[in-house]
């Protein structure tokens, strides 16, 4: 192992990643030493295992309100993503657009970006400076040459929630299909798939206290499916390669597991990033908080410190051992700001400054307490030094 050890964590990144739940590694430990069998094996070693990832499928099924032939594992949330995006476009042959929304994650832009260099024609639909999308546009953009509209359920870096019912309508009255990236969403808010009008739908397990490695795209039953990996006719021949059994048997449980504390979350989780996000602004000039302070995940708050650079806030944070996040995982180690915040257009001297906590049922009073604490001289001493906060200050 080549980790260095460090003082006690306060972890409030968990929109990139979250600790495995002890009871979720319970259920998947046996997978990894006593039950290894090959679930496509014809003898029992084998069966036994298969019989375990239905059981992981029904576990899914029931946190989304959907039926388990709906439910299809894969290796992340990028992987759902892309194969609901390629499946649509391989499915409506006649049409060649894409409409998504400018603050998709990497996983959806990129794979866009990749896909107008071959021909396609993607729109992107604005946000205003809350971040909310502008419907109107919207409703232009989806038009008879769209196969798929694809936005997100909830925002990993602002963690607003969009009228993904409302999106998947417009979508279906121009024939259309709907898909959303749940990564952030599954597990904090309640979902129904029974329903609604989503065509697909992509979540990723180490986003709700299951490993790194496993995923789901959920297909609605008369929703026609393309393979993105081709090969054995592993998950009903939508998705081949032998499964990662041990992560998928976690999935499940770590599904069971959030359906229990779903309540909890949204009452005790929310009023602590209340808590924290109402000391920030009452304890510390020139701060804001990012995002759509009436419809968010209660999980997460995102707030510009103006006149400073994130990075720094975030080094500060780390030597006292306080784990967050200047945007989403994936751009940390470049200095451009977001590019979710430049959507919004929120100012370059605040969207620099920006810093996005994400809490989880781990979390306690005291750790956001500590959080404040170490806030408060931290940016004292950032703006001190800051030629920004210095020329506005004159
Ligand atoms: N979509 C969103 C909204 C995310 O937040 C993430 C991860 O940060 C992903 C997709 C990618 O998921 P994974 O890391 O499982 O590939």
Redesign the pocket.
């Known amino acids: 192992m080549v980790i260095e050890m460090q003082q006690k964590i306060v972890y409030v990144d968990n929109?990139?990643t979250t600790q495995v739940d002890p009871e979720v590694f319970e259920e998947m430990k046996p997978f990894l030493t006593e039950y290894y069998g090959n679930p496509s094996s014809i003898y029992r070693f084998g069966g036994q295992v298969a019989k375990n990832i239905e059981k992981a499928r029904e576990q899914v099924a029931d946190l989304l309100g959907a039926e388990p032939c709906e439910i299809m594992f894969t290796s992340?949330?990028?992987e759902s993503?892309s194969a609901a995006v390629l499946s649509a476009l391989k499915v409506c042959t006649k049409r060649n657009k894409i409409v998504i929304s400018k603050v998709e994650?990497p996983?959806i832009l990129n794979l866009a970006k990749e896909l107008r260099d071959k021909g396609y024609k993607i729109a992107e639909v604005p946000v205003d400076n809350h971040g909310r999308i502008n419907m109107a546009r919207l409703t232009e953009m989806i038009d008879t040459e769209t196969a798929l509209v694809s936005v997100?359920w909830a925002n990993?870096e602002i963690g607003n929630i969009y009228p993904v019912e409302e999106i998947a309508k417009i979508a279906h009255d121009n024939g259309a299909l709907f898909h959303t990236?749940a990564?952030?969403t599954v597990g904090k808010i309640p979902i129904n798939l029974k329903t609604s009008k989503i065509d697909m739908l992509?979540l990723?397990g180490?986003?709700l206290h299951a490993p790194k490695g496993v995923?789901v795209l959920y297909i609605r039953k008369n929703v026609r499916f393309k393979p993105f990996l081709i090969g054995g006719h592993q998950e009903s021949g939508r998705r081949a390669g032998t499964e990662n059994v041990a992560s998928i048997v976690a999935l499940g449980k770590a599904c069971e597991v959030a359906g229990k504390y779903m309540e909890y979350e949204n009452r005790e989780v929310k009023e602590l990033r209340d808590y924290l996000e109402k000391r920030i602004l009452e304890s510390i000039p020139k701060t804001r908080v990012n995002g759509d302070i009436h419809s968010r995940v209660p999980n997460t708050t995102n707030i510009g410190f103006d006149m400073i650079e994130g990075e720094s806030i975030l080094l500060l944070l780390d030597r006292a051992g306080i784990a967050a996040s200047s945007g989403?995982?994936?751009t940390t180690g470049s200095l451009e700001p977001s590019h979710v915040l430049r959507a919004m257009g929120i100012p370059y001297t605040s969207a620099h400054g920006s810093v996005r906590f994400s809490l989880s049922r781990y979390n306690t009073k005291d750790e956001m307490d500590h959080i404040v604490k170490t806030l408060i001289p931290a940016i004292a001493r950032l703006r001190e030094i800051s030629p920004y906060w210095n020329n506005e200050e004159k």
């Open positions: 929109n990139a992340c949330g990028t993503d994650h996983a997100m990993n990236d990564v952030q992509s990723s180490h986003k995923g989403s995982a994936c």
